[in-house]
């Protein structure tokens, strides 16, 4: 029967499938006239369906659950623009000796603004966070396995300490911390200084919080009520 011409041009981070098949960018198919084309379009891992476009036209609501767009009867040529994009939400699960700096692209790493962690946490993991991603501004560790490592690393988002003053990440501004650790080390927090929120009421096994581990952050109260403080230094905030 008579044929139409798609031309299908998806971006980086994600795939374009029809009948089965990866497309490559800029691929021209035929599609048989007054049939349905149905095309399934797969981001990558941590990456998100950011627009389609039909003939230039916005169709990315028509995109179903199973991430399928259905263009029925079709009669003319027309192009199909397909935008991928990196997900500035990531959640991962670190298991198996994994580490962030490895689990994620340096393109995620460099785009993440909230991430949350499951699994369990290495001391240079917390270095990843504080050096490689420049724009997380939300971090979520509250359900971090602490059986390998209870405790937030000396200088873990602190660049520079100083006793007049410190440098830290001053993108960060809420961090769930793993609910189970027991100690928060030296520095850990200092400098940074749009930090407001910190889930210390939730910090249930908490025992020691180090020098000026909150100095020079945004926090106002710090209430330690739930904790199990026996070691404050009188310099932490």
Not at 65 to 94: G, P, R, S, Y
Not at 150 to 174: H, I, M, Q, R
Request: contains cysteine; negative net charge.
């Amino acid at each position: 029967g008579e044929v139409v011409t798609y031309t299908v041009t998806p971006s980086e981070n994600g795939t374009v499938e029809y009948m089965n098949t990866s497309l490559l960018p800029q691929t021209t198919i035929q599609v048989k006239k007054g049939k349905d084309a149905v095309f399934t379009l797969k981001p990558d891992d941590y990456c998100i369906l950011e627009s389609v476009l039909l003939n230039g036209n916005d169709v990315t609501e028509q995109v179903d659950e199973n991430f399928q767009l259905i263009v029925k009867d079709v009669k003319a040529d027309a192009t199909l623009e397909v935008t991928f994009a990196i997900n500035a939400h990531i959640a991962i699960e670190l298991v198996d000796g994994k580490h962030l700096n490895n689990a994620l692209t340096d393109e995620q790493k460099q785009m993440v603004t909230k991430l949350t962690v499951t699994g369990q946490l290495w001391e240079d993991d917390y270095y990843t966070m504080r050096d490689k991603m420049p724009l997380l501004a939300e971090v979520d560790l509250s359900k971090v396995d602490v059986s390998n490592m209870d405790y937030v690393p000396y200088k873990a988002f602190c660049v520079t300490e100083g006793w007049d003053n410190s440098v830290g990440k001053t993108s960060l501004e809420s961090i769930q911390l793993p609910e189970g650790i027991r100690y928060i080390s030296e520095w850990a927090f200092s400098g940074c200084s749009n930090l407001k929120n910190v889930n210390f009421t939730e910090l249930k096994n908490l025992e020691g919080i180090s020098t000026r581990a909150f100095g020079w952050t945004g926090i106002n109260v710090i209430d330690l009520s739930q904790t199990q403080i026996t070691s404050l230094s009188s310099e932490f905030y």
